[in-house]
């Protein structure tokens, strides 16, 4: 089976390319939960947020929603960053990410 975030990084599955850099990707969600929604995962398989011990990537990951946001248009009227972590925590794909969703007023309910 395979991860399918390894396989989008690996460029086996097509996605639609936000940004990039040495240790992250940036792209369009397929499923969004809102007018802009960018997903961000780090280029190295790492499962979730408990298994991230590498500083680096995680401020890379961070720099990345930035760029998205901005790339997006929406890094001047806000926008909502979410990682999800294990099973209570929604977690579906076990490899890191984060969302970056915006692009209207969001709902402020967050559980």
């Known amino acids: 089976m395979g991860c399918i975030f390894c396989k989008i990084v690996n460029g086996e599955v097509p996605s639609s390319k936000v940004y990039e850099d040495d240790l992250v990707l940036a792209f369009d969600d397929?499923?969004?939960q809102a007018p802009v929604h960018v997903v961000v995962v780090p280029k190295k398989h790492i499962a979730s947020l408990n298994e991230l011990h590498d500083k680096d990537i995680w401020f890379a990951?961070?720099?990345?929603?930035?760029?998205?946001a901005k790339i997006k248009g929406i890094d001047q009227s806000g926008y909502r960053i979410v990682v999800n972590c294990g099973k209570d925590g929604t977690q579906i794909i076990w490899h890191l990410h984060l969302h970056v969703m915006g692009g209207?007023?969001?709902d402020s309910k967050m559980g």
Do not use: D, N, T, V
């Not at 990951?61 to 998205?68: D, E, P, S, T, V």
């Open 61 to 68: 990951m961070l720099g990345a929603a930035q760029q998205a």
């Open 104 to 106: 209207r007023l969001l």
């Open 30 to 32: 397929i499923q969004p």
